[in-house]
């Protein structure tokens, strides 16, 4: 098998998922999503064939919180592990709301952004995120805020 066979093979094994992590416009504040493995993180799932990743976020969202309203996409962060992907994004929101849960999470918490790093049982993901992108994070929660 040549390198580009190789490259191809371990790219259809891959998992790929897709998540995102809502900012509120108008407090700057983020949604947390307390899941059902008892850690805080953010909304997203994996990707169906012929998905985009930032389609597979919007997906999952709307999936686990039952929000319909609108939504400004900003690419955050590509977390990798072995033949696994997770695609990150914030997604700007108008107002805060009280989400329907579906049965992947029990909780949510809307939290200014220096309490993500306080909350108990973050998710590995979350911790990923935001080692990686915290201060791009919180420059967005600030950006936003309309105060």
């Not at 899941?35 to 909304?43: K, L, M, Q």
């Not at 169906?48 to 999952?60: G, M």
């Not at 072995?82 to 805060?96: L, M, R, V």
């Not at 949510?108 to 935001?130: Q, S």
Request: aromatic share 12%; glycine share 8%; net charge neutral.
């Amino acid at each position: 098998m040549g390198f580009r066979e190789f490259l191809r093979e371990t790219e259809a094994k891959t998992k790929k998922s897709a998540g995102l992590l809502p900012i509120c416009k108008e407090t700057g504040r983020i949604l947390v999503g307390f899941r059902d493995d008892g850690t805080w993180g953010v909304w997203g799932g994996g990707t169906k064939p012929d998905e985009k990743p930032k389609q597979t976020a919007i997906r999952e969202f709307e999936e686990e919180t039952k929000y319909w309203g609108p939504l400004q996409m900003r690419f955050l962060y590509v977390s990798r592990r072995p033949n696994k992907t997770y695609t990150n994004y914030a997604a700007i929101i108008p107002k805060e709301f009280d989400p329907e849960l579906n049965s992947e999470h029990s909780g949510f918490r809307w939290c200014e952004y220096n309490e993500l790093f306080e909350l108990a049982d973050k998710h590995f993901g979350l911790e990923d995120l935001l080692l990686n992108c915290g201060p791009t994070i919180e420059r967005i929660c600030n950006a936003h805020h309309q105060r």
